[in-house]
């Protein structure tokens, strides 16, 4: 296949009717509304949600990267929201470092935790009592129920599935507690969480990425956790929530979530609310095919900033890889001209022989960076994600 070809076009972001517009009758100040700036946005509202378990790496960048640029060519708003649900794995000095590194990579977010907004805390912990009313309006609905299995059982399932060479889920054994078995539990304080009731049937999502996919998510999984026992959400029900009272309009983040994407349409549904544009991006894998770790410390920005490395030669190496933007290796990069050009088919920046700092030498490895019909590959590591050529992997600012 030539370099450039059909598996690197993108039809993302010239879909413009997908944009929605400001709410007739807004006023300036209220959640989802920029109360300045250079006059009315389009309504675009992107979001990045990292988990402070580990300090970001170059995935991340990517990800956040691509929610800035998509935001500033709409003139809409970039959030930052630290998504701290897991507790047990949380870092120290993990939530701080992210904002840090975002402020020092030039991609600021325009709300956040440490710059405040309208449609705050954005912190993930400082919501729990949201979640909470969410799982029990979702109860009260009959969408969610309460489940009293302890973990020992949920074991023995696992360990059965296993047995039987099956996928381990839940048997929605709970689903079918009757009002009075429920009262006599929760009266008794019997530990428990909420389990959101999936319903049978297909889901069919438009991903802005994927294209369309058919899921059945009743038929394949048991009834998901929502809210743990803890009293803190689970990424499900925490996401949904969160996006919907922040106005997001579209969820930009890994393909790693394509497949609960299906989850989240019905929660949507179940709660009645509109949900946003979905576009799942392919991932940057290690030469292995694994996905990148928080806990490869060489691929954290903050330590590639500790040694020298320029925000710009990362903003390159994570938009060469499989992003598709046209150009030469003498058109600038800045990221003023990522927002304000379109990019068309991706022609190949393929040379061999840097002609600048920030031409086609691996940030990690240093080792020369070549075409495939997928993208850019480093000799030594970083590529894009396998199959991208099987989807429609589109640009986000045509």
């Known amino acids: ?12 972001f010239h879909r413009r009717a997908l944009v929605p517009r400001p709410a007739v009758g807004s ?46 060519k709409h003139r809409g708003q970039f959030i930052l929201r630290i998504e701290d649900t897991d507790q047990s794995r949380l870092v120290p000095g993990a939530t701080e470092s992210i904002e840090d590194v975002l402020e020092w990579a ?88 909420i389990r959101f009731h999936l319903d049978q049937g297909t889901v069919t999502i438009d991903d802005l990425v994927y294209g369309l996919s058919r899921m059945e998510p009743a038929s394949v999984e048991g009834d998901p956790v929502i809210l743990k026992a803890d009293g803190f959400p689970t990424y499900h029900l925490a996401n949904v929530v969160d996006d919907h009272h922040m106005k997001i309009s579209h969820v930009l983040r890994g393909t790693e979530w394509l497949t609960s ?20 991006l392919p991932l940057l894998l ?19 900033s500790q040694n020298g490395y320029l925000p710009e030669a990362l903003l390159d190496i994570v938009t060469n890889c499989g992003s598709g933007f ?4 003498d058109k600038e990069r800045a990221l003023f001209y990522l927002v304000q050009h379109t990019p068309g088919t991706s022609n190949g920046l393929g040379c061999v022989v840097c002609k600048a700092v920030m031409c086609l030498e691996c940030v990690i490895c240093r080792a020369a960076v070549i075409w495939s019909c997928c993208g850019l590959f480093c000799q030594n590591g970083i590529r894009l994600q396998n199959g991208a050529c099987d989807h429609r992997f589109d640009t986000f600012l045509s």
């Open 1 to 12: 296949m030539a370099l450039g070809a059909g598996c690197l076009r993108w039809r993302l």
């Open 27 to 72: 006023r300036p100040g209220l959640c989802g509304l920029s109360s300045g700036g250079e006059g009315p946005g389009s309504g675009v509202r992107v979001r990045f949600g990292p988990s402070p378990t580990g300090f970001l790496h170059l995935g991340g960048l990517r990800t956040a990267l691509y929610n800035y640029i998509f935001a500033k």
């Open 106 to 193: 030039g991609i600021p977010p325009d709300e956040s935790p440490r710059r405040g907004g309208s449609c705050g805390p954005y912190q993930q912990s400082e919501r729990l009592d949201l979640y909470r009313k969410a799982a029990e309006t979702l109860v009260k609905g009959k969408s969610a129920y309460y489940c009293f299995c302890t973990p020992s059982r949920l074991e023995i399932l696992k360990k059965e599935a296993l047995r039987m060479r099956q996928t381990p889920r839940y048997d929605n054994r709970c689903r079918h507690l009757s009002a009075e078995q429920i009262e006599k539990r929760l009266a008794q304080g019997t530990p428990y969480v």
């Open 261 to 280: 994407t299906a989850k989240h349409v019905l929660m949507y549904s179940a709660f009645g609310w509109q949900p946003p544009i979905f576009a799942h």
């Open 286 to 304: 290690n030469k292995d095919g694994s996905k990148l770790s928080k806990r490869q410390s060489d691929l954290f920005i903050q330590n590639l």
């Open 326 to 329: 046209s150009g030469t290796v």
